[in-house]
């Protein structure tokens, strides 16, 4: 499944469109009051979509008995990040690892396991036909990825077009699946292509109230 960050990508659009046409003819260090107001409004609707994201996260994993979480994550990735203006602003503005903490945090707390293991090359290799997966710099320079990208939400796999945000999720699982003891074996194409979609904005109020009890070992 999906949970669709277009509402934090539109706080952080119209946030940063307040603040270019406020200090348009204004030096590029000014500040004032109402920058501070708009920043700390911004803050606190991203932390509240963070919260709100966790606790979805936790509470599904509880509903279905899923007693593992694997978190994809590159150290320093954004530090150099170079995509561009649009998708920098898109990308980099988002608090992942504060994501990361919140969800480690809740699964910490329920006896949920949280691993977290490097992502390098898991929105490139292609798990229906079976591609390697190989750690940021270990990849040879001759070996050729099956399918490729070709849209921001898509997947141009050896059998056909997927969602390559799903696949990128099967390929940290992948990247631990030995050291869970976990089969992949019944994920296909079905599952990768149209995976079910969650929106925050839509969410009520008892979504954080469908399972309260600690998982239990089953």
Avoid at 14 to 41: E, I
Avoid at 164 to 190: F, P, Y
Wanted: charged share 25%.
């Amino acid at each position: 499944m999906i949970i669709c960050g277009q509402k934090i990508k539109s706080i952080n659009q119209r946030y940063n469109k307040k603040v270019a046409q406020y200090k348009k003819g204004k030096p590029q260090k000014y500040w004032d009051d109402y920058l501070a107001q708009l920043t700390h409004k911004r803050n606190c609707q991203m932390r509240d979509a963070i919260n709100k994201a966790a606790r979805f996260i936790i509470n599904y994993c509880l509903n279905h008995h899923i007693g593992n979480i694997v978190f994809g994550w590159g150290q320093g990735v954004k530090t150099n990040s170079n995509l561009g203006r649009q998708n920098n602003q898109n990308y980099v503005q988002i608090p992942t690892s504060r994501l990361k903490d919140r969800i480690k945090g809740l699964a910490e707390s329920v006896g949920i396991r949280f691993i977290e293991t490097e992502e390098a090359y898991t929105s490139k290799s292609d798990f229906l036909a079976g591609d390697l997966l190989f750690k940021y710099g270990e990849k040879p320079k001759e070996y050729k990825f099956s399918g490729r990208r070709i849209t921001r939400g898509t997947y141009k796999s050896k059998f056909g077009l997927i969602c390559a945000d799903a696949l990128g999720g099967i390929n940290c699982l992948k990247k631990v699946a030995t050291q869970l003891k976990i089969s992949l074996a019944e994920v296909g194409r079905e599952c990768l292509t149209v995976p079910k979609r969650y929106n925050l904005s839509c969410l009520t109020k008892s979504y954080r109230k469908r399972c309260e009890t600690v998982l239990q070992p089953v």
